[in-house]
């Protein structure tokens, strides 16, 4: 099936999570994104776990496998007089310049937006690095848990140390914040895109890892802003969460209305206990050690998670379920979006996947091949599209340059 993006050309120079994950998401959308790869080294992420069976490799490694699938991959040392004629030679039919890297390195490897800007003013060039192209952070280094913590998301984990002294934040699982990061690059290219249709010119598009996740804090800075709320003891919107017979559920804490109490009242089956308290709204006023939340817990852990979350939601009381992955990826709803596909990995086995955080009826994304073996497609790149000899490409392997 056509994609979305069928004929965009993208050249990616970009390791580990954002800049390949912006990648990933055109690249599954029809786009013909080339990765360009270090001559024997490759991506880093290749020789990170885990690994398809608990066998490392180059291409086994299920990280790397997840964020290039869709891709063309070659190797190409962009450093060299060859390499940078070759790259020279690859840019000049392609629409986006994908670059992950830090400043310095980009100006030293000859991938700034003025150079490429001048000689393809067509060309949109998308930068991801740790704190933006400029400003005083601009040199320092990064990663998942700088981009979450400076970005003051941590403030606001574990939920469990809202308002407790010395309870330290911590990040959360996996890598949120990078993987928002690459796909803020990717909406920002397509923005850059659309742009272009208007003026014929290309333009940079700058992502800073940290950034993204930081825009997220909009009601946080305000507390700041109008109340001098520093957010010491981290931030939350009066979740709680209530232990069931299978699991658990989270609930937000109401702001006082009358309604809400009564919904509430009867979610939990009007206890003659609530009245003999003399319990009044709003809940997050109550203390963490009334006996009101051990009642609540009684009455949820008789009931199930969905039994729970069921009723919550014709009384329109703010409950959910927490879910581990097995649950959420084996949920009807999921299961009905085909949210989960099979990814074909490098080595030529396949597991199951997320597929991208959205979908389009006509042109869904879909994993359309496995990521690339490195530099797999050196031939059909350098000799097929740009006529470059099988004899330039022997010296070039044998000079490092491939």
């Known amino acids: 099936m056509a994609g979305a993006l069928e004929g965009l050309k993208v050249v990616e120079i970009a390791e580990g999570i954002p800049g390949p994950y912006a990648g990933k998401l055109m690249a599954d959308l029809g786009a013909e994104v080339i990765k360009v790869e270090r001559p024997r080294q490759g991506d880093g992420l290749r020789y990170v776990a885990p690994f398809y069976n608990d066998k490392p490799s180059a291409d086994s490694g299920l990280l790397f496998n997840f964020f290039n699938t869709s891709k063309l991959g070659v190797t190409l040392d962009v450093e ?6 070759w790259l020279d030679r690859l840019l000049r039919g392609a629409d986006v310049l994908l670059v992950g890297a830090m400043p310095a390195q980009i100006t030293d490897r000859g991938l700034n937006f003025e150079m490429w800007h001048g000689r393809y003013p067509q060309l949109v060039c998308t930068y991801v690095t740790p704190f933006g192209l400029e400003g ?13 913590h400076m970005s003051g998301l941590g403030l606001a984990t574990p939920r469990n140390r809202l308002s407790i002294e010395g309870q330290r934040p911590l990040k959360a699982g996996g890598n949120q914040a990078l993987m928002i990061a690459g796909l803020s690059a ?11 249709e208007g003026t014929a010119r290309g333009s940079m598009v700058d992502v800073s890892e940290v950034e993204p996740l930081a825009s997220f804090q909009f009601l946080n800075v305000a507390r700041w802003t109008y109340a001098g709320d520093t957010g010491d003891r981290g931030y939350g919107e009066g979740s709680r969460r209530f232990w069931c017979a299978d699991g658990a559920v989270s609930m937000l804490l109401f702001t006082g209305q009358q309604r809400q109490w009564e919904a509430f009242r009867e979610l939990i089956d009007n206890p003659k206990w609530l009245d003999e308290g003399n319990y009044q709204p709003p ?18 852990g008789r009931h199930t998670k969905e039994e729970v979350y069921r009723k919550a939601q014709g009384l329109r009381v703010p409950l959910f379920p927490e879910n581990d992955i097995a649950s959420a990826v084996e949920s009807e709803q999921v299961k009905s979006r085909g949210f989960m596909q099979a990814m074909p990995l490098a080595n030529g086995d396949s597991v199951s996947a997320p597929t991208a955080p959205y979908t389009m009826y006509g042109t869904p994304p879909q994993m359309r091949g496995p990521a690339p073996t490195l530099g797999r497609d050196n031939r059909a790149i350098f000799g097929g599209q740009l006529g470059i000899s099988d004899e330039e490409l022997r010296h070039a392997y044998e000079a490092g340059i491939l």
């Open 80 to 85: 060299s007089a060859t390499g940078r004629d």
């Open 136 to 148: 005083p952070y601009s040199d320092w280094k990064g990663g998942e848990l700088v981009a979450f």
């Open 186 to 196: 990717a909406t920002g290219t397509m923005h850059a895109l659309f742009a272009r």
């Open 283 to 300: 809940l997050s006023k109550i203390k963490e050690d009334d006996p009101f939340w051990a009642r609540v817990n009684e009455w949820t």
